[in-house]
């Protein structure tokens, strides 16, 4: 399977305690991207990165949330003390560019709830 | 930022016809897809459009007008296996072509 993995596909935890999950995408894709989504609602960005460099990172992402992809090739996302309203799906995508333009590829996805 | 604006909502029969528009303010323009996801499952893409008009493919169909915000997808000959979330993703100005903003999407049930 060369798709976009993700790891674990389901984690539950305890409010307070930090969680990390793991990406890895379609080996020579240099794009990176990161979501949530919630039910009902379409894919939330959370950030991105070309290559190893973490290029933008979301607003509305508070810094309890923190990403690396230390040799450009996979990726990881860090939740500290987690909280209930970070219980989402995490979804993974990577593609192909050097331009402006480029289809994303997304992984399964990590389904976190926090109790 | 950017609004993106679509119905919640489509049920349709087999063999039917949809369309599925989608309005957004984007800052700055580069293009807009759409995306398939089926409940439970990753999204997966549809299409592209960055030029004005129609392009087809297959039993879908994406519309783009840049002068009006404006973008559809229609799918034809609907079959069962369409029943599906429908997302539409504009994408905004060059310096932040990473950055993919999607609508909530649109539910379409295709009934027997």
């Known amino acids: 399977d060369t798709g976009v993995s993700q790891d674990p596909r389901h984690k539950i935890t305890k409010r307070g305690q930090n969680v990390t999950f793991r990406c890895d995408p379609i080996?020579?894709?240099?794009?990176l991207y990161w979501y949530r989504q919630t039910l009902g609602q379409g894919p939330e960005f959370l950030t991105y990165?070309?290559?190893?460099?973490?290029?933008?990172k979301s607003r509305l992402l508070s810094d309890r949330f923190s990403a690396e992809r230390p040799k450009g090739s996979f990726s990881t996302l860090e939740i500290q003390r987690t909280e209930q309203g970070d219980s989402a799906m995490y979804l993974c995508a990577s593609s192909f560019g050097t331009g402006d333009t480029n289809e994303q590829f997304f992984g399964p996805g990590t389904r976190l709830t926090v109790l | 930022g950017q609004n993106i604006d679509q119905p919640t909502e489509m049920t349709a029969t087999e063999g039917a016809i949809v369309q599925i528009n989608c309005t957004y303010q984007t800052s700055g323009f580069n293009g807009l897809f759409w995306y398939q996801q089926h409940a439970g499952e990753a999204p997966t893409f549809l299409s592209y459009n960055v030029l004005d008009g129609l392009e087809e493919k297959g039993r879908f169909s994406s519309f783009l007008s840049r002068s009006k915000g404006y973008s559809y997808l229609l799918l034809k000959e609907l079959q069962m296996k369409d029943s599906a979330s429908y997302l539409c993703?504009?994408?905004?100005?060059?310096?932040?072509?990473?950055?993919?903003?999607f609508g909530a999407g649109t539910q379409v049930v295709v009934t027997p």
């Open positions: 993703a504009p994408q905004g100005a060059t310096d932040s072509w990473g950055k993919f903003q």
């Open positions: 990165f070309q290559n190893e460099a973490q290029l933008e």
């Open positions: 080996s020579e894709h240099n794009r």
